[in-house]
């Protein structure tokens, strides 16, 4: 167990619409990280969170937003849906030491676009 | 650019067999660090190690494995004596190090699914 939830576990929406998705960092945690994961791939970076501002992004439109509460807790929202963004979203908290971070992710977040 | 290829997108063994998963990693960067997480079906990423770039001890815990090797650029993982709960999603990723409030981005394969049969 990492102590990273999210909500909900899945999500059925049509194409046009707007979701939000909701990750809970592990207690401490000051960055949480976003991916995006499509079937068969690997995690693709979205966007990071360091001490509630965006700290990195990477290669996706801005219908992609992101938010980081002072009580360890995030969102992740995407405007305007289209199909390619179905997807298994991660999210991952850390503890943004010297180095690099290590990532502890929750169980995802399943998105159908129709 | 910072890339990490998997070359092998299935592997299938019998219970009790030793079984080794490819990582080849590429980036500019003199100090990086190499993960491995394993992904069952639930879908949730576990952590399984993180190795930095000055640091090519192998390391050993129970059944795992790993060996890392600047001189090739790879970062294989082995497990010994596979279980069938070892059945899952395997990914290598890299992160560069951060200085100055840098983004701590990991960079993934495209995993490798090991399937352990009874």
């Known amino acids: 167990e990492t102590g990273v939830t999210q909500s909900p576990t899945h999500l059925i929406k049509t194409r046009g619409q707007q979701v939000t998705l909701r990750c809970s960092s592990q207690s401490g945690h000051n960055t949480v990280s976003w991916y995006q994961q499509a079937l068969g791939q690997g995690p693709q970076f979205i966007f990071q969170?360091?001490?509630?501002?965006?700290?990195g992004r990477g290669n996706f439109p801005p219908r992609f937003s992101g938010l980081q509460f002072p009580n360890y807790s995030s969102e992740l929202n995407v405007n305007a849906l289209e199909l390619d963004d179905s997807a298994l979203y991660l999210c991952?908290?850390?503890?943004?030491?010297?180095?690099?971070?290590?990532?502890?992710f929750g169980p995802g977040t399943r998105l159908t676009v129709l | 650019a910072q890339k990490v290829t998997q070359a092998q997108t299935e592997i299938s063994v019998v219970e009790k067999e030793d079984v080794t998963l490819d990582c080849v990693y590429e980036?500019?960067?003199?100090?990086?660090?190499l993960f491995w997480y394993k992904q069952p079906p639930s879908g949730e990423l576990v952590f399984l190690i993180r190795?930095?770039?000055?640091?090519?001890q192998n390391e050993i815990s129970g059944r795992y494995s790993w060996n890392f090797q600047k001189s090739t650029s790879s970062f294989n993982f082995t497990i010994t004596a596979s279980q069938v709960v070892d059945s899952a999603v395997y990914f290598c990723a890299l992160s560069e190090a951060q200085y100055g409030g840098a983004t701590n981005k990991l960079i993934f394969g495209t995993g490798t699914l090991l399937a352990v049969q009874p």
């Open positions: 980036t500019r960067d003199t100090t990086y660090y």
């Open positions: 969170y360091y001490r509630e501002e965006e700290n």
């Open positions: 991952a908290s850390s503890l943004r030491t010297s180095g690099t971070d290590t990532q502890y």
């Open positions: 190795r930095n770039s000055f640091d090519e």
